[in-house]
């Protein structure tokens, strides 16, 4: 499996972004998604997950009511919608998927890791 999260960039507080994790190698319909998120010098925090069809979604109270997870079985595509974003939402956002397909927030759940992409939210 391969990961490949795009979409980050520099935006000012209170816009939104959205970013993408494109995923090859394996069935994607089969994987649960998710999106975490690190700062230099501090530990990989949880986002988002979506189960294997979209059908159970789950959130980090930092975020809830402003992201927005969601997948395109059809395009091997999982996405991460974000408003009203913060200053403290800077960060390096990396993809990850489950072969288990249930709805994580521990890191070691997740198989497969992309590179992260930058969002940096500052005026």
């Known amino acids: 499996v391969q990961l490949q999260a795009s979409g980050g960039g520099l935006v000012q ?3 939104s972004l959205s970013l993408s994790c494109a995923f090859t190698g394996r ?6 998604m998710g999106w975490f998120r690190q700062v230099p010098g501090k530990e990989r925090e949880f986002v988002a997950v979506t189960s ?3 059908t159970a979604t789950y959130y980090a109270d930092s ?3 402003r992201f927005t997870i969601d997948r395109a079985n059809a395009k091997n595509t999982a996405y991460l919608h974000m408003s009203s974003l913060k200053p403290e939402d800077t960060a390096v956002y990396y993809c990850a998927s489950a072969s288990r397909g249930g709805v994580y927030s521990d890191e070691g ?3 497969y890791w992309g590179k ?3 969002v940096t939210v500052s005026s």
Do not use: A, I, Q
């Open 13 to 15: 507080p209170g816009d």
């Open 27 to 32: 069935t994607f319909s089969r994987h649960s």
């Open 52 to 54: 294997r069809f979209g």
């Open 63 to 65: 975020v809830k009511g």
């Open 109 to 111: 759940s997740y198989e």
């Open 116 to 118: 992260g992409t930058l």
